[in-house]
């Protein structure tokens, strides 16, 4: 098992341009979620969700964009980006609900 | 929403001590409490959890014990080594299914 997939592993953006960060895992888990990680504040919750089909919001879900199509895929889509979105990315999946999360190795991304 | 506050920021121990880290939390709600152990370029790492219903758990040399009345939880580590020097992160869950995380600890551990 690869377990959390993420890619690319490291991105630069130019201000206003779209971008899709990717997450894949192959354990079969319902629940997928996104964090970012800034320096000094830990790891917030983007989106979540629970299931293929549902998604919902964590704290700081402006400018982001999620779907979940099917059970091995959540990708996060950033619109039009921003410096203030320049933070290394974490997704992470859990076969109970959001209970002990297995996290990807981690997007860095920087917009300038 | 739920917010978790983390205390202390930054914690030098030497080795072979015991460091504590304590968070709080807002919601009481919240029902699920994991920590997380991050080391430097790497991913978290679930290290312990605990549930509401109940108010310790040991794993080896790390425990988490639980205060619902006051709302606070932390994370024991006994006989520190070099290799526990880490980032180490609480967190909160809702009934949302949600995770709230704290800001986190560096934990230095000094040969």
């Known amino acids: 098992n690869a377990g959390v997939t993420q890619t690319p592993k490291f991105q630069v953006l130019k201000t206003g341009q779209s971008m899709t960060l990717q997450c894949a895992q192959d354990?079969?888990?319902?629940?997928m979620s996104w964090y970012r990680q800034d320096p000094g504040m830990g790891l917030r919750l983007i989106h979540y969700?629970?299931?293929?089909?549902?998604?919902d919001q964590g704290e700081v879900p402006n400018g982001y964009n999620v779907s979940r199509s099917t059970t091995e895929d959540f990708p996060l889509r950033l619109l039009s980006a921003a410096p203030s979105q320049t933070s290394v990315y974490f997704c992470?999946?859990?076969?109970?609900?959001?209970?002990?999360?297995?996290f990807g190795s981690g997007t860095q991304l920087s917009v300038l | 929403g739920e917010n978790v506050e983390q205390h202390p920021s930054t914690l030098s121990v030497q080795e072979g001590d015991s460091a504590v880290i304590k968070c709080t939390y807002s919601?009481?709600?919240?029902?699920?409490f994991p920590w997380y152990k991050q080391e430097l370029g790497k991913r978290p790492q679930l290290i312990i959890d605990i549930r509401s219903n109940v108010g310790e758990k040991k794993d080896q040399r790390i425990a988490v014990t639980l205060n619902k009345t006051a709302k606070h939880f932390s994370l024991h580590i006994t006989e520190t080594q070099p290799e526990d020097s880490a980032v180490y992160f609480c967190?909160?869950?809702?009934?949302?299914?949600?995770?709230?995380f704290g800001s986190g600890t560096r934990l230095q551990v000094q040969p």
């Open positions: 992470a999946s859990s076969s109970q609900g959001g209970e002990k999360l297995f």
């Open positions: 919601d009481s709600a919240s029902n699920y």
């Open positions: 967190a909160a869950m809702t009934g949302r299914r949600a995770l709230t």
């Open positions: 969700s629970v299931g293929a089909g549902i998604t």
């Open positions: 354990m079969n888990h319902e629940y």
